[in-house]
């Protein structure tokens, strides 16, 4: 098992006001994504769960695209992971921080 956290400042708070959102189910060999709306509007930090070893540089780079593409300041994420591809944790990243804006 392998735990790896990632911090970023954003320019922005994530639009919207939904206090936390789930997205995707860890029992699907997929992945389960927590949002939080916890941390400062500047700030948003990624907590990844997985099995699988030795991808913390393919994480990161998944993580920092996502950050970019959706400025998700202010969010908390929990990422539990069940050996997800890097399209599948993008897709439930940006579905998850939709929710939120909704």
Not at 32 to 44: F, K, S, Y
Not at 55 to 66: I, K, L, Q, R, S
Not at 74 to 102: C, F, H, K, W
């Amino acid at each position: 098992m392998e735990s790896l956290t990632f911090r970023h400042t954003t320019k922005k708070p994530l639009p919207g006001a939904k206090p936390q959102a789930i997205t995707g189910v860890v029992a699907s060999g997929n992945l389960e994504v927590l949002l939080e709306r916890v941390l400062p509007p500047d700030a948003c930090e990624v907590a990844i769960e997985t099995p699988i070893t030795g991808y913390g540089p393919v994480w990161e780079a998944v993580v920092a695209d996502f950050v970019a593409r959706a400025e998700p300041g202010g969010i908390r994420i929990s990422i539990n992971d069940g050996g997800a591809r890097p399209d599948t944790v993008s897709l439930r990243l940006l579905q998850g921080a939709r929710l939120m804006e909704g």
